[in-house]
């Protein structure tokens, strides 16, 4: 399990290295329930990417479990059924763990595939840093969400640029300010459709599909990284503990969220 360890005014959890989440029972009633939400997940984005057109759909990869089952079902149920022609990218925001770069490359070479990837503005960054300090993002929430901003929200809005729908891995059970999240929705942040397949998945049926699949995926999730983030602004999570619990742990659990997916 995991131990605190104080460093200074940041309290950081020392994970263990056996989560048993990513591992749940493969039984007979759960294995039939990742085979139909998977082939429903692809229904869904075949039907989305026939509506927008190639090219105009793309799918945002944080290398998140969520979002490694719907790598895997983008470019590997699609080819065992069709070719859906969704476009695959990820948001390098400069200071991610080792182990999400690992996946990256990974990632790329067991599904012999080039994923786009968007970084930040390096005028923006250094100005930040420069006026505020490089971890400047514990001492205020403001200053929080302007480094979130500039080095995801900023990028993700080059990503989307041109595009008519996105997709995401996010999940209704994964924190209070996603329960009421739809599978298809307008967002009017971005001015385009917003997919999010997997909302009714559950943990243990993402790591199902990741099992029975051998999906790659981030180690970190074996020692209670349920969700991982920039480095600075994720911890390991105890046992019971709200799967997004780690994220930017020192704010109130409510209204916690990067602004990728915050509605205007």
Known sequence: MATDIDLGQVVML??????????????????ASVKRKADEVHALLSNAASEFGAGNITFANSFGAEDMVLTDIIL?????????????????????????????????KHYNTKLKVFFPSADKVEAYVNTNGINAFYESIDLRKACCYM????????ALKGKKAWITGMRAEQSATRVNLPVREFDSGNQLEKFN????????????????????????????????????????????????????????????????????
């Open 14 to 31: 020392k994970p263990g290295a056996n989560n048993p989440a990513t591992k749940p029972a493969l039984t007979d009633e759960l294995v």
């Open 76 to 108: 590997n149920h699609a080819a065992r059924v069709s070719a859906l022609g969704i476009e695959i990218f990820s948001l390098d925001t400069g200071r991610l763990p080792v182990e999400t770069y690992d996946l990256m490359a990974a990632t790329e």
């Open 151 to 158: 080095r995801k929200v900023e990028p993700l809005q080059r």
């Open 197 to 264: 397949p997997l909302s009714d998945w559950t943990e243990k049926e993402v790591w199902a599909y990741i099992r029975l699949h051998e999906v790659p995926y981030n180690r970190l999730h074996d020692q209670f990284y349920p969700s991982i983030g920039c480095a600075p602004c994720t911890r390991a999570v105890a046992m019971g503990e709200d799967v997004r619990a780690g994220r930017w742990w020192w704010e109130d659990p409510n209204s916690k969220e990067c602004g990728l997916h915050v509605k205007k």
